[in-house]
Nanobody
Framework: QVQLVESGGGLVQAGDSLRLSCAAS????????MGWFRQVLGKEREFVGV????????NYADSVKGRFTISRDDAKNMVYLQMNSLKPEDTAVYYC???????????????WGQGTQVTVSS
């Protein structure tokens, strides 16, 4: 059974940094793209970023580009999302995702974590 478990969410102030972690188990994701999405209650889930299975390529939503960084440690089956210069509009539930696919400009994933809340106060 595949499991993705996020941690590291919390309440921070605008301008602060936060690092989310995602622990993968149940299979090896070393040859899978991994990524992060976020969702605000009542709104559609939003793509945040993706890292290739080899870790040599990343892609980010324009809204987080230059502030967020995805990295991975395949030896530990971990994926990270470093979030800097946080803004109130970054407030959302953040989901780790595995085996991402892209159709046009839209990303989707096969595996999902349960989510972790990030709240940024102004």
């Amino acid at each position: 059974q595949v499991q993705l478990v996020e941690s590291g969410g919390g309440l921070v102030q605008a301008g602060d940094s936060l690092r989310l972690s995602c622990a993968a188990s149940g299979r090896t994701f070393s040859r899978s793209s991994m990524g992060w999405f976020r969702q605000v209650l009542g709104k559609e889930r939003e793509f945040v970023g993706v890292i290739s299975w080899f870790g040599d390529s990343t892609n980010y939503a324009d809204s987080v580009k230059g502030r967020f960084t995805i990295s991975r440690d395949d030896a530990k089956n971990m994926v990270y999302l470093q979030m800097n210069s946080l803004k109130p509009e970054d407030t959302a539930v953040y989901y780790c995702a595995g085996d991402l696919s892209r159709t046009g400009s839209k990303y989707d994933a096969t595996y999902w974590g349960q989510g972790t809340q990030v709240t940024v106060s102004s």
